[in-house]
């Protein structure tokens, strides 16, 4: 990683301006929104921020582009998107920080968890290019495959790289355009990869990047008459106004939504990793995680052992952004104070604070910090079991056998993800297959990138990665031929 002396300085980026048709523009509104590092709540740079206007011209560039991109050949898109991949890796440092400075993730942590995986995704893709030139027979008849068109993205601001990529290099390798909105928090990587972009020479038009706020910029590609398709990613509250907008010119839209998933650790589990992993899982990121298994369910008669360990592990974690530090703060001091009125919400339904609180951490003068928090005697009726906190916030709740643990898991309006953590993984995978959730990890398995990523009822529709994703980005054409 690289030293302080030699860190990026965003302020000397095009913040100021927009990346439209293969060029940096000026917008025309113009108006700046500063992005905060939430470790020391300094200013790190302003960005620009797009309006309506802005969004009709980047649309035509984008549609104009498509008329020739959508018959470039595969292995042409597959050179270009392992030219961006291999700049993202001579820029990798410059991710990291990006990342890291307006999120908060500790650099050595962000590393791995938001730069490493969508380097491999923008690869993975390039290698699927050619299934777009893959024509299938049925009976008669021909199955072409063709990009669905003109894109508008909107990503989160929670693993803005990591959704990033999941759009734009699924959509790059089946040949559609695009229009990318970062969050107004964590805008940074998105300008790094438009110079990555730029300087791979993407035809112009295939990529544009617009940044602004969500009811702005974001409502405008939803609704907007020549844009086929629009991927979201962030709560179910906006994922709901996007489908709304998107609805009259019957779009394609597919959405990652919110979550509150479960983790069911069965009686003949390792109860000291199962709990130490579970917890770790819902801290990295400061709990700002859409996967997080925040609900975790134990069984009742090793329940105090549990609550134990989790507060343990709780208090085992470090703050900060350096190389010892697990944990960095929330995301902005909005994002601070949701998560504190949470915790002060669980105390006041009669859950019991095991460890962290609504208070300022020890030690911490500065930064939008908060303890890591964990709840025991937990009901699932209660808003801390039931509504997504997005913070270091985990609850513990009992179950006395495996039909209550799944009724429990089950419960809850989300489908998003879900763990099992049992003696073995093929103990497992019966309980796997009763819960309701597009996403299983089973003891501690990582996240694929090759797999399918997405939920099941308010937490979306679509995937994201894996084949499944590409498949998200292409119209099927049946060609009747005579029999």
């Known amino acids: 990683m690289q030293s302080n002396s030699t860190m990026i300085d965003f302020s000397k980026m095009q913040m100021d301006k927009l990346y439209i048709n293969g060029q940096w523009q000026a917008s025309r509104g113009g108006d700046l929104h500063p992005v905060i590092n939430p470790a020391t709540e300094e200013e790190i740079c302003k960005v620009v921020q797009g309006t309506a206007e802005d969004v009709d011209i980047a649309v035509a560039a984008a549609r104009e582009a498509f008329k020739s991109w959508r018959y470039s050949s595969a292995a042409e898109r597959r050179d270009y998107l392992n030219a961006i991949a291999d700049a993202m890796e001579a820029r990798k440092d410059d991710l990291v920080q990006a990342v890291s400075q307006a999120l908060g993730c500790p650099p050595h942590i962000s590393e791995w968890l938001h730069v490493e995986g969508p380097i491999y995704s923008m690869r993975y893709y390039a290698e699927r290019t050619a299934l777009m030139e893959k024509t299938e027979k049925a009976a008669h008849s021909l199955v072409l495959r063709e990009p669905v068109g003109v894109c508008g993205f909107i990503t989160p601001w929670n693993y803005p790289l990591h959704q990033f990529v999941g759009k734009v290099a699924p959509a790059l390798a089946a040949g559609c355009t695009m229009i990318t909105k970062p969050s107004e928090m964590t805008p940074l990587q998105d300008y790094v990869m438009a110079e990555i972009i730029d300087s791979v020479k993407l035809p112009a038009g295939v990529f544009n990047l617009l940044p602004g706020a969500g009811p702005v910029v974001g409502a405008a590609l939803s609704a907007h008459p020549h844009i086929d398709m629009v991927s979201f990613t962030g709560s179910t509250r906006a994922g709901i106004e996007v489908a709304r907008a998107a609805a009259p010119t019957v779009k394609r839209v597919t959405q990652e939504l919110g979550g509150k998933s479960p983790l069911i650790i069965t009686p003949d589990a390792d109860l000291e990793t199962a709990v130490r992993w579970g917890c770790e899982d819902v801290f990295i990121n400061t709990g700002q995680t859409c996967t997080a298994l925040t609900r975790m369910l134990v069984p009742a008669d090793r329940y105090e052992e549990a609550v134990e360990i989790a507060r343990r592990v709780a208090e085992e974690i470090t703050l900060g952004t350096g190389p010892d530090n697990f944990m960095g703060p929330l995301s902005s001091a909005r994002q601070r104070d949701i998560v504190r009125s949470y915790i002060e919400k669980g105390i006041a339904e009669g859950a019991r604070l095991v460890t962290g609180g609504a208070e300022q951490p020890e030690g ?73 959730a597009g996403l299983c990890f089973v003891n501690g398995g990582e996240f694929n990138y090759d797999a399918p990523f997405g939920g099941y009822k308010r937490s979306g529709n679509g995937r994201e990665f894996g084949d499944a994703g590409l498949d998200e980005f292409i119209e099927l054409k049946s060609v009747q031929l005579p029999a």
Do not use: H, Q
Not at 367 to 378: E, H, L, M, N, Q
Not at 387 to 411: H, K, Q, S, W
């Open 364 to 436: 911490v003068d500065r930064g939008f910090y908060v303890k890591p928090t964990v709840f025991a005697d937990v009901t699932n009726d209660m808003a801390i079991a039931r509504e997504e906190i997005f913070g270091p916030v985990t609850c513990l709740i009992p179950y006395r056998d495996m039909d209550e643990a799944i009724a429990i898991a089950n419960d809850s309006e989300y489908g998003l993800s879900s763990g099992v953590w049992a003696k073995d993984p093929e103990s497992a995978l019966p309980v796997v297959r009763r819960i309701e």
